[in-house]
């Protein structure tokens, strides 16, 4: 009886407590792919709500900072994707030696990515049928095939399936600070890393000392916008292609309309295996890069042989993240024609986003509401935090910086890139200098960096 009771005690404490449960300790060893880096594993509860139930590791690496006279703290870090491993990103030479010097840099891999239960099922979405559906009868099929694959993933993935969206990411974060015994932790987000960076700042704004989100997904959108947005993005990445051809004597349409010839390719890519959603899938990959000379041969009919390049795991990922982070619900075909005539309005050129369209596409026949829905930011606790866009970026809409940084203008400040492709901090030196000196001395930096180079 009395254990019962001290149980029970003990649920309602960590209940009430923002950190959910005592600290555990991480056993580091050295990496056995990198001499440079620990590595280790972190125990967390499998359901943050039940503490007391079933358990998971995850997967932590981190370099130590090389002057530890000098040490700052830890600088916790994603690549986003999803799916790409932060415990692999974070003992990359993505930083500078400074960043290096100064910060223990720790990353973590999110719930099923990397060595955290990764959950992989590529090989489930065999011979898909369209995600561009004509009529109720191909949306059907979509439906059908959809929810095969998610009973198929869920059965070999086990009760992870289920437990993977960023709302339980953000909370195996915390744990990884408080086993590391750190107050407080930096972090640097990239892409989807950037919605676990917004929900620790909303949960665990007073623990964080700084914070930059790097080409930010907005978590407020709804299916409208998270389609529409970046549709218009991608267009807006063309036109910029579209310039610099213009101006550019090597580019090999220069003197022709781009505009044109890239209607004639369209026609051209109907006759051929791939078809022209497989030209448009090509070209917004140059334009996400940006790869301008590569863009200009797949127009011109010379693309070379290059394939579609995303996290391993990123299909099988963002089923149990983007679709439970997001209200990606497309009930019927009638609701699909809808988001299809908005894409097809705010993009004539490139006829919508490759990802943005996959991801809403993939979630069809996901049952019930997202258990991580989206909602307008609420960081009031948190500190100034950076956030940073190119403005030419098709991938991560610029506007989606400006609303966030709308959302919270007393705790943020925007630093646009004036450039183009996806991911800003090592694009120039104003880049990763302005974010260095913040993530170093909290020094906010000013407004805009000019485009570097004239791809």
Partial sequence: MRRALAAVVMLVIWAGSANAEPARSIAWAPCADNPEGECGTLSVPLDWSKPLGPRIDVAVARHKASDPARRVGVLMVDPGGPGGSAAEFALSRLYSPEIRARFDIVGLDSRGTGNSLAIRCADLMTDPPSSYPADEAGFTTLLRYNQGVLGKCRERSGPIFDHADSGAVVQDMDAVRRALGE?????????????????????????LRAMVLDSVVDHSVDA???????????????????????????????GQDVYTAWEAALIR????????????????????????????????????????????????????????????RIRNFAEYSRLRAEELRR???????????DEATACVGVPGPPRNAPHRLDIRDAPKILVL??????????SWAVNVHRQAPRNTALLTYEGWGHVAYPRSACTRGGVDAYLLDLTVPAGSCPAAGDF
């Avoid at 620790?200 to 623990?207: H, I, L, M, P, V």
């Avoid at 993009?347 to 369209?357: A, E, N, V």
Wanted: with cysteine; charged share 25%.
């Fill in 183 to 207: 107050r407080k932790i930096s972090y640097l987000g990239l892409s989807y890393g950037t919605v676990f960076g917004q929900q620790y700042a909303e949960k665990f704004g007073g623990r």
């Fill in 224 to 254: 409208r916008r998270f389609m529409g947005d970046r549709a218009a993005a991608v267009d807006d990445s063309f036109i910029e292609f579209a310039k610099w051809c213009d101006r550019t004597d090597s580019c090999v349409l220069h």
């Fill in 269 to 328: 890519a109907d006759g051929e295996p791939s078809g022209r959603q497989g030209l448009i899938d090509l070209m917004y990959l140059a334009l996400r890069g940006p790869d301008w000379p590569w863009a200009a041969n797949l127009v011109a009919g010379t693309p070379g042989a290059r394939a579609l390049d995303f996290e391993p795991n990123y299909e099988s990922v963002r089923l149990t993240s983007v679709c439970q982070d997001f209200s990606l």
């Fill in 347 to 357: 993009s004539p050129i490139m006829r919508g986003s490759l990802i943005g369209h």
């Fill in 389 to 398: 866009s190119a403005r030419h970026d098709p991938t991560t809409p610029y």
